[in-house]
């Protein structure tokens, strides 16, 4: 086809808009360049050759700590019948984290660079440009890998983890974590770094598959605009699908705070969690959220599980778990954050944003200096009463304005519940308590500013940024307190 009949077709293009003008274009293309219907497809969408498979060879066992032997393991891929495939590709080299304009990315050609590619690929990237100049789309390869001469069903569901064994002829399993709602968790040394991480197995389940891509890819979104890794957020290593589950590989950190906090209590050591080590710790929970909401991300799931230990002498800590995390300009959900750390907006049914995660902040710091949960799981309403019994009450407006208000309050605004033994009504008197009296602590900067982080009223609530200017952040203690 000569440059000038797709100089033409632009023109028509330009005059008709794409949608209204495909089966004239069509019509046109096939009468002018004698193409066929399949032709034609071939011509308006270009596909890229697929990538070659990729045979993993067999790899050596690790060293055991402590100079235990190094003799060679058999990977899954050391038969001939049982190498792997591996269709698409979700890294490079260690981090893949290149989410964001595709052109940019290379994963379309830039029209003004396609060069000796041919006038049929500028054409067509020009038509996709057009048809897509008012989306914008952020995409991402996932990694396929499967036995060869084998399909990728398995004869269960549930993933078994054997240790001592290689995933993938790349993850050798060296421990057993732990369970979470929708995943396993194991500790695997990677045989082509050399790097202990953690990966993470996904049941194989739709809606947790659907949740764990978004958390890949917010993770490659902020491990993208962080490659100092200076935000103290988890790091993502590899991702990919094998045997009907989805893994993810991420750095591998140490306890959460919830399991450190419970494992200090009952050793009968000193206590770790001074008012000095929460200052560190507070700090970097406020750069990370305060990143994280300069991007427009609510991490919507705060709370001592999701904040892990990178180092107990220094004190570092990493947030993750950005699977229930969305942006702010997504639909909210109506139900989000775990109880014992959900916001009076949430509760209420109001609009939120990012000051919800600050709220989860505000009652971790209170649980991690008394060893006690600020607002125990004993239902949604003993927990309004518990708030307003500790902080005062809530907002007039707030209350007219909630959606959810009705379920827990009267019509004159009393707090309430329905008895499920006798089915009637009883009201709830919140019993007066006090912040101090919860955290048993005398220090006036961070009383003050666990008020600010705690304050009901979202409006008057500080965001990340405000309260990294507080001034107890900054106050230098001259001893361990």
Not at 36 to 59: I, N, T
Not at 173 to 191: C, I, M, N, P, R
Not at 240 to 246: A, M, P, R
Not at 362 to 380: H, M, R, T, Y
Request: aromatic share 10%.
């Amino acid at each position: 086809m000569a440059f000038s009949d797709v100089e033409a077709v632009l023109e028509f293009l330009r005059k008709n808009g794409f949608s209204q003008a495909e089966s004239a274009l069509r019509e046109d293309i096939v009468e002018k360049g004698d193409l066929g219907s399949l032709d034609f497809e071939k011509f308006l969408f270009p596909m890229a050759p697929p990538p070659p498979p990729v045979r993993v060879p067999p790899s050596s066992r690790p060293s055991e700590p402590g100079g235990g032997g190094g003799g060679s393991v058999r990977s899954s891929g050391a038969s001939s019948d049982d190498r792997f495939v591996s269709v698409g590709s979700s890294t490079s080299d260690v981090c893949s984290s290149d989410v964001g304009d595709p052109i940019e990315n290379g994963d379309i050609s830039n029209p003004e660079a396609v060069g000796d590619q041919g006038e049929e690929s500028v054409f067509a990237d020009e038509i996709l440009m057009q048809e897509n100049q008012e989306d914008e789309y952020e995409i991402f390869d996932l990694r396929i890998i499967h036995r060869r001469n084998r399909t990728g069903f398995e004869e269960n569901k549930d993933l078994p983890i054997v240790l001592n064994t290689v995933i993938a002829g790349r993850y050798y399993v060296t421990e057993y974590l732990g369970s979470a709602a929708f995943s396993k968790v194991v500790q695997a040394h990677d045989l082509y770094t050399g790097v202990d991480v953690c990966l993470k197995i996904i049941k194989n389940d739709k809606d947790f598959f659907d949740q764990s891509l978004d958390e890949i890819k917010l993770l490659k979104l902020v491990n993208k605009h962080d490659p100092a890794d200076e935000c103290h957020i988890l790091r993502l290593y590899d991702y990919f699908y094998h045997q009907e589950h989805l893994f993810i590989v991420c750095e591998l950190l140490r306890s959460n705070l919830y399991e450190f906090q419970k494992f200090n209590q009952e050793s009968g050591g000193e206590a770790y969690f001074t008012l000095n080590r929460l200052q560190v710790i507070t700090r970097q929970c406020l750069e990370a959220l305060d990143y994280l909401h300069q991007m427009g991300i609510i991490h919507c799931d705060l709370k001592p599980e999701n904040i892990l230990i990178k180092s107990y002498r220094r004190s570092e800590i990493k947030v993750i778990d950005l699977g229930s995390s969305c942006f702010k300009s997504d639909n909210l959900c109506l139900y989000v954050q775990s109880r014992s750390y959900r916001a009076p907006e949430v509760i209420l049914g109001l609009p939120y944003d990012q000051k919800i995660d600050i709220w989860s902040l505000g009652c971790i710091l209170a649980e991690l200096c008394s060893g006690e949960v600020l607002f125990p799981n004993d239902g949604i309403v003993m927990i309004l009463a518990r708030m307003i019994g500790m902080l005062g009450p809530i907002d007039q407006e707030m209350l007219e304005q909630g959606q959810e208000t009705p379920k827990y309050f009267t019509e004159e605004y009393d707090l309430y519940y329905i008895n499920e033994e006798t089915n009637q009504l009883e009201y709830i008197i919140p019993e007066e308590s006090s912040l101090e009296g919860h955290v048993q602590v005398s220090d006036t900067g961070f009383l003050d500013f666990l008020r600010n982080l705690l304050e009901i009223d979202p409006n008057r609530r500080p965001s990340a940024s405000e309260a990294l200017e507080h001034p107890w952040l900054s106050y230098e203690y001259s001893f361990p307190s």
